[in-house]
Structure formats: C-alpha cells, structure tokens
C-alpha cells in the first residue's frame, strides 16, 4: 500500500462523512418542512449523533499509513472505533436527556444518516 492510496482511503472515508452530513441536512429539512422546527432540530441531532463518531474514527482510522508499522495502524483503527462506540453512546446519552427532543423523529434522522453510510458502497467507486 502506497502513501498516495492512503490518502485516496482516508479522502474517501471524509467523503462519506460529508455525505452523511448532507443527509442528516436534508432530513431535517424534509421534517421543518413537514412538521416543524423541533422536528427539524430533533432530526439534526440525530444526523449529528451518527456523523460526529464517524468523523473521529475516520480520523483516527486513517491517520497512519502501513507503510510506516502495522501494529500502529491496527492500534489506530481500534482507538477509533473505541472512541466512536464511547462518542455514539455519550451523545445519545446528552440528547435523550434533552427536553424539546421529538424521539422519533430524533431515531429517524440518525438510522437515516447510518443507512447513508451503510450503502455509500454502491454509490461512491473507488
């Protein structure tokens, strides 16, 4: 593996990650227009809730190059995922404890944004 793939994966991975975060827009939008704005706020947090994780892990899963050591490289991947399950967990934590959070609305826009990421294989080539 070259340097220059690494770069090519790790702009990749920041790609979806821009593209979950276009998602987790566009319901929001879809739920101010539909209903309201609390709706609307409930569905950002929820995008938000599942790009903020990804955004790290990416970071951390990408920060490394093989070239350099494995054992980094795998460390790296596994502190990021650690660090997205603890994130994931933490901000569901702080927003359900939220007052003005419409829960539905809420798990519709962060399953929506995961479903983004879940399919980005059959939408971006690499």
């Not at 494995?70 to 007052?99: E, H, P, Y």
Request: net charge positive.
């Amino acid at each position: 593996m070259t340097d220059k793939s690494v770069a090519e994966q790790r702009k990749s991975a920041y790609k979806l990650v821009l593209c979950q975060l276009v998602v987790a827009g566009v319901i929001a939008l879809a739920f101010f227009l539909a209903a309201d704005a609390a709706a609307a706020k409930s569905a950002i947090k929820g995008g938000l809730v599942a790009v903020i994780p990804n955004c790290v892990f990416a970071f951390f899963a990408f920060r490394f190059s093989a070239l350099d050591n494995a054992n980094i490289v795998v460390a790296a991947f596994m502190r990021g995922q650690s660090l997205k399950l603890i994130l994931t967990a933490v901000l569901l934590a702080v927003v359900f404890s939220q007052q003005q959070l419409v829960p539905e609305v809420f798990l519709t826009g962060f399953l929506l944004t995961l479903l983004a990421q879940w399919s980005a294989p059959f939408f971006f080539k690499h």
